[in-house]
C-alpha cells in the first residue's frame, strides 16, 4: 500500500500566489473552474482501495494545487471518507467556509492546514488576494466546526514568511495560539517544478527574477544546492498524485508545465504491483531526471525552517 496520495478534489485556486504556477498571474487571468464530483470521487477511491494501492492507513490529502473548499461536494466527500474509515487530510486557503453537520466527519483527517501569506490586509493584498479579516473569521469558523466533528488530529497555521511580511509573525503566531492550532511558519519558494526549473536553469525574465530574489528568501539555495547527496532519492517518490480527472500526474511538486506531467488514467492500474512498476517508469522521467539534476528534490525538503531572529541569515 502507498502511505499517502493526494487526490485533487478541486483542479483550481482561486488565490493568485504570484510564485504558484496555479496563481492568477501566472495564468494571465484565465482560470477554467473544475473539480471532482462525489460520484467521481467515490468512484476513484473504491478503485484504488479494491486494487489494494491504498489502504484505510493511507492518508488521502484532498488537494494538490486546488483549493478542495471550492468543491460544492466537499462535505459530501468527508463525510464519505468518514463512513469508511479511511485517513485523510485537508489544507485550505480559507477562501471559503463549507461546514459538517455536527457528525462526527473529522474524526479521521490526522492533518488539517490553513494556510495564510501574511497577517495583513496589505500581505493578502500582495499574494492571495483575500479580505483578511474574512479570512480569520473563515478560520476560526472552521477551526470550531472541526472540534464539533470529531477531529483529533493536528490542526495547523501554515504561515509563509516572505521578506515584507517578516514582522507580521509573531501576531499570526499569537492568532494560532488562541485557536488552539499549531503554527508552523516556513520559507515558501516556486510553487510548481516548471517555475523552479525555469529560475535554477536561469531561463526566467529578468524582473521575474528580480521580483523573486526581492520577495522570497532565496540566498541559501546555492549553497543547500551543493550539500545535495549523490544517491538523494525525494519523499515524493512513494507519493501519489490524482488530477481532478482521476489521472494520475508525476508528484504533487510538479505542474502541466512540466514535461510527462499527467500518465495513465488511475482506471487503467488494475493493482498494486502494477502501480508499483508505472511508478518506476514515472521516476525514470525527464522531469524527474531533470529535478534530481537541478536539486530541487533536495531544496524541497532540505529547505531551512524559520527560526525567530535567524531570518537575517537568509536574504
Ligand atoms: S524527483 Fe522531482 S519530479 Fe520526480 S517525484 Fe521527486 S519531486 Fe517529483
Redesign the pocket.
Known sequence: MFPRISIDISGYCNAKCKWCVTGWNRQQGYIKQQYMSYEAFVRVYEHLYQSHIIGKNTEIMLYSWGEPFLNKDYIKIVEYLADKEQTFAVSTNASKVQLANGNSIYKNCDIFIFSMPGFSQASYDYIHGFNFEQIKKNIKAISKNLLESGFKGTGMISFHVYKFNIHEVEAAEQFAHSLKLNFNPYYPYFNG?SMTEMYLEEKMPAEMRRMAEKELYLSHVKKLLSERPKNYR?F??NILSIDCDGNLV??C??DSG?ADYTWDNIFEIASYEEMQIKRQE??R?S??EK??ALG??YW?EKNPSYVKGEAHNYV
Do not use: F, G
Request: aromatic letters at 0%; a negative charge.
Open positions: 517544478n525525494c515524493l517518490e508525476l508528484c511538486a510538479s512540466c514515472m521516476l522521467s522531469t524527474c529535478c534530481r530541487i528534490d524541497m
